[in-house]
Nanobody, 115 residues
Framework: QVQLVESGGGLVQPGGSLRLSCAAS????????MHWYRQAPGKQREWIAG???????NYADSVKGRFTISRDNAKNTVYLQMNSAQPGDTAVYYC?????????WGQGTQVTVSS
């Protein structure tokens, strides 16, 4: 069992930066594949970034070059650094932990990009 708590959301101006955190507890964090998803109003939840246990990562085209996912296994935390934020990035951001048939979600954190 894994519990996930996201933090760091808020209001950011277009072109600005924000760092989201997802703290995990309850299991062996370092063995989990970690992902960030987001869901904008009226839209389906979409995958935006993932990181494997050894640190390799990949991104959706919509955020590639602007967002960076990273993990600190000693702190049981995964991060999403958001740079060059755009109004289209406004959404609730969710952390997901996955291993074998198990998948866990956090409660989400709101990010609003607006001037």
């Amino acid at each position: 069992q894994v519990q996930l708590v996201e933090s760091g959301g808020g209001l950011v101006q277009p072109g600005g930066s924000l760092r989201l955190s997802c703290a995990a507890s309850g299991s062996i964090f370092s063995s989990y594949f970690m992902h960030w998803y987001r869901q904008a109003p009226g839209k389906q939840r979409e995958w935006i970034a993932g990181i494997i246990p050894d640190g390799g990562s990949n991104y959706a085209d919509s955020v590639k070059g602007r967002f960076t996912i990273s993990r600190d296994n000693a702190k049981n935390t995964v991060y999403l650094q958001m740079n060059s934020a755009q109004p289209g990035d406004t959404a609730v951001y969710y952390c997901n932990a996955r291993r074998q048939e198990y998948s866990y979600w956090g409660q989400g954190t709101q990010v609003t990009v607006s001037s």
